[in-house]
């Protein structure tokens, strides 16, 4: 007998994929150009010229045994100082190399701090909306997801809320800004009155409750929009940071794990890190693109390029009547569904060659996800088809 529950992720595609494969099919029948593909959050922008460079310059220069070889398991030491030092720079946290864990994105780094972090049965809380694979992340780890309803309209974390779930299995809570699929960045308040009642939880159950902060996007906010750092407002902090959005390298899995150097527990969270880096195989990161990483540790992608895309598309949706949050960061617009179904939303807009994302997975009904990191070309082209659906639901 096989592992069911695996067979049960392994056999079914997630509503995303499921889209995204649906779009691939539907470009041969009727030309690239006639669908408009928000479906997937990949990066439309190019990696910056200094990664292309650095990559040449270490496969024409530097030993290829070594440049390919197995690194250590948590990474290789530069990797680990390169990322240190930028925390420290940019964060003022004073942490060191033996705080870092290199990983293969954020979905391993996110995989290996809950099965570092929970026993089975413990508690973890999401904020909805959430990434969809939380869940599977989570329940892999043993632990249960319990889902904090956000505050109406804005989708900031409702402190009253969040103060209901927590119990004394609450082991951690993962806060993800700029949110996917939202793009709400959680504001300094918020993060303050959150770690203010993390604190005092603690106390009350007298264990620690553990903060994971999910960062993938945590480069791409516009505005000059900031993006507070949880290590200086919460000691339990584990960040889960990944490449693939801030330098446009999702391909490459690349990412990393930092431990808060404040943390009580800071050497055993850390090693607990390392153990189940080990027990899930994810160890030794991508070698090549530790030593990218650690020579191009200050490269940034053109966020102006998303950002001129989020104008283009949110006037745009506003102005014909659709209701979203202004998003400050990450490519997602969450648009509210015309009609309570947003499943009967999708298929209208299907029908006009648009593929969004139906939201209910996210924890969150009667919305949809519009990834705009597409080019601004098929954002124009796909304006008079938003307008004809709206306006067919204004005749009804
Ligand atoms: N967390 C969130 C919120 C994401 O949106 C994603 C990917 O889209 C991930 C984690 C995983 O990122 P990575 O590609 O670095 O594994």
Redesign the pocket.
Known sequence: MINEKMYGLGSKRSIIREIFEYCKVRAQEIGKENVFDFSI?NPSVAPPDEIKECINELVKNENSVLLHGYTSAQGDLGAREAVAGDIRKRFGVEISADDIYMTC????S?TISLKALCNEGDECIVFAPF?T?YRVFIENAGAKVVVSTPMEKTFQIDIADLESKITNRTKCVII?SPS?PSGVVYNEKTVGDVTALLRKKEQEYGHEIYLIA?E?YRELVYDGVRVPYLMNYYDDTIVCY?Y?KALSL?GERI?YIAVCPKMKDNRKVYLAVCGAGRSLGYVCAPSLFQQVIARTINAKVDVNIYKQNRDILYNGLTEMGYDCVKPDGAFYLFVKSPEEDAYAFFEKAKSKEILVVPCDDFGVKGYVRIAYCVSKDMIIRSLPAFRALMTEYAKN
């Open positions: 959050g994105g954020a979905a391993a996110l990434f694979e993800n996917n999910d993938p990944s693939s999702p990412g």
